[in-house]
């Protein structure tokens, strides 16, 4: 069965649409070019009539009355001919523009032969009635009783009166036009029906052509999107498409684009991913696997020392396993937390009491500036302790010996700052926005008696985001790196 396609849709719809309007408008043409011919018909009869009101004013008044009219009605459409109101204006002055008819004329001859009289400048030669206004004008009495012209003067004929020394005495009355009668006016009407036809055909077929090229401009850069939209669920992240223009469809191309790379980031990351983990699962577990050959094939005695060594990798691979499910958790949102009013301050000195020893070991300098009074803040303070600790432990991982480490601790407007600040090695610039990514290491030989999983950091800026706060990284003016740590006070000004 066949479908269209979305091309041939919209082409059928605009062809549709043009079409509709096409009919719609030659519907009304035809209405409104009825209503107005007509009504122009109707306007010359008008005109007609008023022009032969003073030509019969002055016939009654020669005549002293309809005389001629009634007993030769001949004389109402010899005055109607083309010509016959400029010939019924000069006989006025002879016969009362009543003079006889052609009959009268062959037998009536002059007795003596006169001069001819002299020519004199006329009207301009008359214009040929085609309208039929003529046949539809009527004369009437002053009781508006049929004298001559057309007998079918209804009730809607329209009437002009016929007044002498501000008297009425007759009135002429026009039947109105309700339709097309005549040869020559239906012959217009149906030009101008065939002319309609003719444009509306043209029209059609001038909307089929725009509305071929209307599908091919706009949907052009949909088949291109819809093209890279396929090779990207194969998994071909490199794909990109043309923008091609600043419009909603550019914009729609651009965000493909921008979604492209950015699956393509996360495919990457995903690989690295599971590298990352991988390699931090497969070292602890090479360890553990060759103590224990060495254990069974008596290699090594069972003493406490080799019983240490395997509970240190045992605790190195336990705390991998809890940081992977913890950052998961705090992917979707479901790392617990118990909210209360907490000192910051003295959650602080609890965590950096377990550092000072294996800080004095780096030979590592600790300054602490911290504020006397406490700092309330709305956090778990279990949490918020393995937030600071991983901070700690982070400096002290990649602090050199001899270094310092000073932790600052400051109101700012309605938030506690708190800096970490360490000594050399610094971090490169173009590396400060990584550092909360998970597996993250600046130093990339994963060297493990310096380097852990590369998981706290990106596991410290999740407790800090649940928390409502931020963390963020920074150089330090000591020549190392500075973290600092923004949390919303529980009580704004204190």
């Given at each position: 069965m066949?479908?269209?396609g979305?091309?041939?849709?919209?082409?059928?719809?605009i062809?549709?649409?043009?079409?509709?309007?096409?009919?719609?408008m030659?519907?009304?043409s035809?209405?409104?070019?009825?209503?107005?011919?007509l009504?122009?018909?109707?306007d010359?009869?008008i005109?007609?009539?008023?022009a032969?009101?003073?030509?019969?004013?002055?016939?009654?008044?020669?005549?002293?009355?309809w005389?001629c009219?009634r007993?030769?009605p001949r004389?109402?459409?010899?005055?109607?001919r083309?010509g016959?109101?400029?010939?019924?204006?000069?006989?006025?002055?002879?016969?009362?523009?009543?003079?006889?008819?052609?009959?009268?004329r062959?037998?009536?001859?002059?007795?003596?032969?006169s001069?001819?009289a002299p020519?004199?400048?006329?009207?301009?030669?008359?214009?040929?009635?085609?309208?039929g206004?003529?046949?539809?004008?009527?004369?009437?009495?002053?009781?508006?009783?049929f004298i001559?012209?057309?007998?079918q003067?209804?009730a809607?004929?329209?009437?002009r009166?016929i007044?002498?020394?501000?008297r009425t005495?007759?009135?002429?009355?026009?039947?109105?036009?309700e339709?097309?009668?005549t040869l020559a006016?239906q012959?217009?009407?149906?030009q101008q029906?065939?002319?309609s036809?003719v444009?509306?055909?043209?029209a059609?077929?001038?909307a089929a052509?725009v509305a071929?090229?209307?599908a091919?401009v706009?949907l052009?850069?949909?088949k291109?999107?819809?093209?890279?939209?396929?090779a990207?669920?194969?998994g071909?992240?490199?794909?990109?498409v043309?923008?091609?223009?600043g419009?909603?469809?550019?914009q729609l191309?651009?965000?493909f684009?921008?979604?492209?790379?950015?699956?393509k980031?996360n495919?990457?990351m995903?690989?690295a991913?599971?590298?990352?983990?991988s390699?931090?699962?497969?070292?602890?577990?090479?360890?553990?696997?060759?103590?224990?050959?060495?254990l069974?094939d008596g290699v090594r005695?069972l003493?406490?020392?080799?019983i240490r060594?395997?509970?240190a990798e045992t605790?190195i691979?336990?705390?991998?396993?809890?940081?992977l499910?913890?950052?998961?958790?705090?992917?979707v949102?479901?790392?617990s937390?118990?909210m209360?009013d907490s000192?910051?301050?003295?959650?602080?000195?609890?965590?950096?009491?377990?550092?000072?020893e294996?800080l004095a070991q780096?030979?590592i300098?600790?300054e602490l500036?911290?504020?006397d009074p406490p700092?309330m803040?709305?956090a778990?303070?279990?949490r918020?302790?393995q937030?600071?600790?991983n901070?700690l432990?982070?400096?002290l991982?990649?602090t050199d010996?001899g270094g310092?480490l000073?932790l600052?601790?400051r109101?700012d407007?309605?938030?506690?700052?708190l800096?970490?600040?360490?000594?050399a090695?610094g971090?490169?610039?173009d590396?400060?926005?990584?550092?909360f990514?998970?597996?993250?290491r600046?130093e990339?030989s994963r060297?493990?008696?310096t380097?852990?999983?590369?998981?706290?950091?990106?596991?410290?800026?999740?407790?800090?985001?649940?928390?409502g706060?931020?963390l963020s990284?920074?150089?330090?003016?000591l020549?190392?790196?500075?973290?600092?740590?923004?949390?919303?006070?529980?009580?704004?000004?204190?």
């Open positions: 066949f479908k269209p979305i091309t041939a849709k919209l082409f059928f719809a062809l549709t649409s043009s079409v509709l309007v096409a009919m719609a030659g519907m009304a035809r209405l409104t070019f009825n209503r107005g011919f009504g122009y018909l109707n010359q009869g005109e007609r009539m008023e032969l009101l003073p030509a019969l004013a002055s016939t009654w008044q020669a005549q002293g009355g005389h009219f007993e030769s004389q109402w459409f010899r005055l109607m083309p016959g109101l400029s010939r019924s204006s000069n006989q006025t002055s002879t016969d009362g523009g009543c003079g006889n008819d052609d009959g009268d062959d037998r009536q001859a002059p007795a003596v032969a001069p001819p020519r004199t400048p006329g009207p301009p030669p008359p214009q040929s009635d085609l309208t206004v003529s046949l539809r004008l009527a004369l009437l009495d002053e009781q508006r009783q001559a012209g057309n007998p003067v209804g809607d004929a329209l009437l009166p007044q002498v020394d501000g005495v007759g009135w002429v009355a026009l039947v109105p036009f339709n097309v009668s006016a012959r217009f009407a149906q029906l065939w002319a036809w444009i509306g055909a043209l059609i077929v001038l052509l071929v090229l209307l091919r706009f052009a850069p949909l291109r999107i819809a093209r890279g939209t396929h990207l669920a194969a071909h992240y490199d794909e990109r043309e923008a091609g223009s419009d909603e469809l550019g191309a651009e965000d684009n921008r979604l492209a790379h950015a699956l980031q495919e990457k995903r690989r991913f599971m590298a990352d983990v390699h931090e699962l497969r070292t602890p577990l090479s360890v553990l696997r060759g103590e224990l050959e060495a069974e005695a003493t406490p020392e080799s060594s395997l509970q605790a691979l336990g705390k991998l396993v809890n940081d499910y913890e950052l998961s958790l705090a992917d949102g479901a790392l937390y118990r209360s000192d910051v301050i003295e959650v602080l000195r609890d965590a950096v009491h377990p550092y000072r294996r780096q030979d300098t600790l500036h911290l504020p700092v803040v709305l778990d303070e279990g918020l302790g937030l600071l600790g901070l432990e982070n400096s991982r990649y010996a310092r000073r600052e601790a109101i407007g309605k938030e506690l700052l800096q970490f600040d360490d000594s090695p971090v490169a610039e590396a400060l926005p990584k550092l990514d998970r597996f993250y600046v990339t060297n493990r008696a380097g852990g999983a590369g998981l706290g950091l990106a596991i410290s800026a999740k407790i800090a985001e649940a928390h706060g931020s990284a920074a150089a330090s003016p020549g190392g790196l500075r973290l600092s740590l923004r949390l919303p006070l529980a009580v704004p000004g204190i």
